[in-house]
Structure formats: C-alpha cells, structure tokens
C-alpha cells in the first residue's frame, strides 16, 4: 500500500526556481554560426540539420539566410557540453561557429 506524503509547508518548490538553479548549474551558451564565401547554402543548411537535430528546414533555412545578411547568427542556446559538441560538429561541414556565454 502506498501512501502519498503532504507537501511540507514552506518546502514547495515553483517552476521559475527550477529554471534559476538548472541555469546556474548549467549556465546557457550560444553557438554562433558565421557566414562565409566558401560553402554553398545548401551545404550549410543541410550541416544545421545534421548538427541540430530538432531543427526544422524552415528553422536551418532561417539560421543560414540570417548568418548570410548580418554574417552571424544564433543556431542554438543550450548548456556548454553540448554547445561545444553543435560547434564541433558544424566545424566538421566546413563551417565557422563559436559559442559563447548568453
């Protein structure tokens, strides 16, 4: 039989300090895609799909035009391991990307 616990008053925890502690465990970065006069825009928004999975065509499509107007552009915010991991791979296609704190 299990039995469910009362709350405890006063130990209730609220979503937004979820996400204030989560951010300062796992402080945010963002990847930074850069253009360039090498690579073929479909290269680069074939690369964003490869690297960021939960990427839409319509997103990549949207992060490749941007970096290609203002000659960057943010492909992700995500916690630094794994910045590091969207940077490796976009660099691995040929591409420039830098991450950097949010």
Same mark, same amino acid.
Request: include cysteine.
């Given at each position: 039989?299990?039995?469910?616990?009362?709350?405890?008053?006063? !130990?209730?925890?609220?979503?937004?300090?979820?996400?204030?502690?989560?951010?300062? *465990?796992?402080?945010?970065?963002? %990847? =930074?895609?850069?253009?360039?006069?090498?690579?073929?825009?479909?290269?680069?928004?074939?690369?964003?799909?490869?690297?960021?999975?939960? !990427?839409?065509?319509?997103?990549?499509?949207?992060?490749?035009?941007?970096a290609? *107007?203002?000659?960057?552009?943010? %492909? =992700?915010?995500?916690?630094?391991?794994?910045?590091?991991?969207?940077q490796?791979?976009?660099?691995?296609?040929?591409?420039t990307?830098?991450?950097?704190?949010?």
């Amino acid at each position: 039989m299990s039995q469910k616990l009362a709350p405890t008053p006063g !130990l209730e925890i609220k979503p937004k300090e979820i996400v204030r502690e989560r951010t300062r *465990l796992l402080p945010l970065y963002k %990847v =930074i895609l850069y253009n360039d006069d090498v690579n073929d825009m479909f290269h680069v928004v074939n690369a964003l799909l490869e690297t960021v999975n939960s !990427l839409t065509m319509q997103e990549a499509t949207q992060i490749m035009l941007t970096a290609h *107007l203002n000659g960057n552009a943010i %492909v =992700i915010v995500c916690p630094y391991e794994l910045a590091e991991f969207y940077q490796e791979r976009l660099l691995h296609f040929g591409l420039t990307a830098t991450i950097e704190p949010e």
